[in-house]
């Protein structure tokens, strides 16, 4: 049996070293803008996104999305229960309270079977992930699920870029994406990370977070 390795580094370490080198030497704001603008325009045009956000980190995306939301503290965010310990953090930091649904053993996202039975009337935020860039072949149901109970739906697109399901593009679903560019991803610029926005009521308020 051949092992595929979840990802793999396709990046010359000598040629990732020295642009880090020359990025340091040369480094002035309106060099770091010039380009930030040239990659984001290309990203808006692949992802065919309007409303596009560089910022620091996946971690910082994901919270400032919980924020801009103007959610009441406690409210409840569905979560898959295989994910990285900042997803979590960033929901406690946001004053929420995360609740696991159990993963499907196709796609190993989320189940549907059980998402519908960790709704309550608390239940704010779906985030959905896309493991190893695998689309749940049930998403068009648990979007309807999401809309008919009036859940916000958060996407984590870090591993899914450009993907399409029935000829729509992955991250054009929810409400918000998040996307990371750390090492490992499809995109990726070793540290950083992406909000889309779908939903124009969040954007003044992601804008002043």
Not at 9 to 22: A, C, G, P, R, V
Not at 34 to 39: A, C, D, T, W
Not at 183 to 195: D, N, Q
Request: contains cysteine; hydrophobic residues 40%.
């Amino acid at each position: 049996m051949r092992k595929i390795p979840r990802h793999s580094l396709y990046i010359n370490l000598f040629e990732l070293l020295f642009s880090f080198i020359k990025i340091l030497i040369k480094f002035k704001s309106t060099y770091q803008v010039r380009y930030e603008n040239i990659i984001l325009k290309k990203i808006k045009k692949n992802l065919n996104s309007k409303t596009i956000y560089h910022v620091s980190t996946w971690r910082i995306g994901f919270y400032l999305s919980l924020k801009s939301l103007g959610l009441k503290n406690k409210s409840e965010v569905l979560t898959t229960s295989l994910s990285i310990p900042d997803q979590i953090n960033s929901i406690l930091l946001a004053k929420m309270k995360p609740v696991y649904v159990d993963l499907d053993l196709n796609s190993h996202g989320i189940c549907l079977n059980d998402l519908k039975k960790k709704i309550s009337n608390k239940t704010k935020v779906l985030h959905l992930t896309y493991l190893s860039g695998i689309i749940p072949s049930n998403l068009d149901k648990i979007m309807k699920l999401a809309k008919k109970k009036k859940i916000i739906v958060i996407e984590d697109i870090s591993q899914a870029y450009g993907a399409n399901f029935k000829n729509k593009q992955i991250g054009s679903f929810g409400d918000i994406a998040v996307g990371s560019l750390s090492t490992g991803k499809m995109i990726s610029s070793i540290a950083g990370g992406l909000i889309f926005l779908n939903n124009k009521k969040c954007q003044k308020k992601l804008e002043l977070e």
